[in-house]
C-alpha cells in the first residue's frame, strides 16, 4: 500500500527532527496547515570538531502535494557567507528541488547547503584586520621583488668577475706565448750558424 502526501511528509518530518534536534524548528501555526520547518544549518564537521564561521536558515514550506511538488525554499539568517553566494545557493536549492519532485528531499537539500557552508566556514576579517593584512602583504610584495632584484645584482657581479679572471687568464695566457715567442726567436737568432 502506497503511502499518501501527508504521510510521507510527517515521516520525513520526523526524520529531520531526529537527526537536526534542537536545530529543527516546526513553524506550523495550525497542526493541520502543510508542514513549514526551519532548519539551523552549519557547516558538515569533520572528525575534528572546528569553529563554525558560516551559517544560514533553510526554510521549507510544504506544498499539500509534497514530495509531488517541490516545496517553496528560501535562505535567511546568513552568516559568513556573501548575498552572491546565498543568491547562488538559493538557485542551486531551486535546481534541485525541481530535480527531485517525487520523492522526499529535504535532507539532502539540507546537506547540499552544509557543504556550501563547509566550503565558506572561514573567520570573518574585521576592516582594521583586513587592512593590516593587505598592507602586510604588499610589504611582503615589496619585499620579495627587492630581493629578487637584489639577487640578480649578485648574479650579474659574479658574472662580471668570472669575465674578468677568464679575461686576464687569457691576457696571461697570450703573454706567455709571446715571452715563449720572443724567447725561441731571441734564441734562435743567438745561435752561431
Known amino acids: 500500500m502506497e503511502e499518501s502526501c501527508n504521510e510521507r511528509q510527517e515521516n520525513e518530518l520526523q526524520a529531520l527532527q531526529a537527526i537536526y534536534m534542537d536545530d529543527f524548528q516546526d513553524l506550523r501555526d495550525r497542526p493541520d496547515d502543510p508542514p513549514k520547518v526551519c532548519l539551523k ?7 575534528v570538531a572546528k569553529e563554525v564561521y558560516a551559517r544560514v536558515d533553510l526554510i521549507v514550506q510544504y506544498t ?3 514530495p509531488d511538488r517541490s516545496p517553496k525554499l528560501s535562505l535567511c539568517n ?9 543568491s547562488k545557493l538559493q538557485n542551486e536549492l531551486q535546481c ?3 530535480n527531485l519532485v517525487g520523492e522526499e528531499m529535504v535532507l539532502q537539500l539540507a546537506h547540499h547547503v552544509q557543504n556550501c557552508l563547509h566550503k565558506h566556514n ?4 574585521s576592516f582594521y584586520d583586513k587592512m593590516i593584512a593587505n598592507k602586510r602583504q604588499k610589504e611582503e610584495r615589496i619585499l620579495a621583488a627587492e630581493q629578487q632584484k637584489l639577487q640578480k645584482e649578485i648574479e650579474a657581479n659574479k658574472e662580471r668577475e668570472e669575465d674578468e679572471v677568464s ?3 687569457q691576457d696571461g695566457f697570450s703573454l706567455c706565448i709571446m715571452m715563449i715567442h720572443s724567447a725561441c726567436t731571441m734564441k734562435v737568432l743567438s745561435c752561431p750558424v
Do not use: F, W
Open 78 to 86: 546568513a552568516e559568513g557567507v556573501s548575498k552572491e553566494d546565498v
Open 96 to 98: 534541485m528541488a525541481a
Open 41 to 47: 544549518l552549519t557547516p558538515l564537521q569533520s572528525v
Open 122 to 125: 572561514n573567520p570573518q576579517l
Open 64 to 66: 499539500k502535494d509534497y
Open 167 to 169: 679575461r686576464r687568464h
